[in-house]
T-cell receptor, first 109, second 111 residues
Framework: GIQVEQSPPDLILQEGANSTLRCNFSDSVNNLQWFHQNPWGQLINLFYIPSGTKQNGRLSATTVATERYSLLYISSSQTTDSGVYFCAVDLFGNEKLTFGTGTRLTIIP | NAGVMQNPRHLVRRRGQEARLRCSPMKGHSHVYWYRQLPEEGLKFMVYLQKENIIDESGMPKERFSAEFPKEGPSILRIQQVVRGDSAAYFC?????????FGSGTRLTVV
């Protein structure tokens, strides 16, 4: 099956810092999404981004499908950004998401 | 437009009891996907259902687990004779036009 790897596994930053999270995947994908799982366990959909670049406030994401990676950028980090960030992909004709290993982000006031 | 609704949010069962988890997809959607998240891990696919049909159950454990999505009412994930290893968060999702939207999950604790 498809492999999805995320880096770094853990990231601790001061409030106000910027960060880049990476997702590598091993095959051509139909769908790629970034999720934020907050400390209460809720899974929040950040971006649907199988290719290209999108921005939403302090967050933006870029997927380079031909090179099989995606990046999530968080600028001016806030404590509420803490949690685990997952990327997840599915394949053409196969409607089941494979989740990456996650990046645990901790923002220190 | 309500999102994906799951209940209960928390469920405690003793070993050997049955657990029933419910999921109603987004309004107008007839596809439901169930995922399991063990502690400190990512989500793993379990089963994909349409109304009255199981489309893909390749991620379901062979024993004690079953899922259904009847013509009327929510999808049900049923775990019989629960064991401590079943303790996890169970999420369901539906799939609007672009991407998947997840419910808030049910956290099952087996004591």
């Amino acid at each position: 099956g498809i492999q999805v790897e995320q880096s770094p596994p853990d990231l601790i930053l001061q409030e106000g810092a910027n960060s880049t999270l990476r997702c590598n995947f091993s095959d051509s994908v139909n769908n790629l999404q970034w999720f934020h799982q907050n400390p209460w366990g809720q899974l929040i959909n950040l971006f649907y981004i199988p290719s290209g670049t999108k921005q939403n406030g302090r967050l933006s994401a870029t997927t380079v499908a031909t090179e099989r990676y995606s990046l999530l950028y968080i600028s001016s980090s806030q404590t509420t950004d803490s949690g685990v960030y997952f990327c997840a992909v599915d394949l053409f004709g196969n409607e089941k998401l494979t989740f990456g290993t996650g990046t645990r982000l901790t923002i220190i006031p | 437009n309500a999102g994906v609704m799951q209940n209960p949010r928390h469920l405690v069962r003793r070993r050997g009891q049955e657990a029933r988890l419910r999921c109603s997809p987004m309004k107008g959607h007839s596809h439901v996907y169930w995922y399991r998240q063990l502690p400190e891990e990512g989500l793993k696919f379990m089963v994909y259902l349409q109304k009255e049909n199981i489309i893909d159950e390749s991620g379901m454990p062979k024993e004690r687990f079953s899922a259904e999505f009847p013509k009327e009412g929510p999808s049900i994930l049923r775990i019989q004779q629960v064991v401590r290893g079943d303790s996890a968060a169970y999420f369901c999702a539906s799939s609007p036009t672009h991407g998947y939207t997840f419910g808030s999950g049910t956290r099952l604790t087996v004591v």
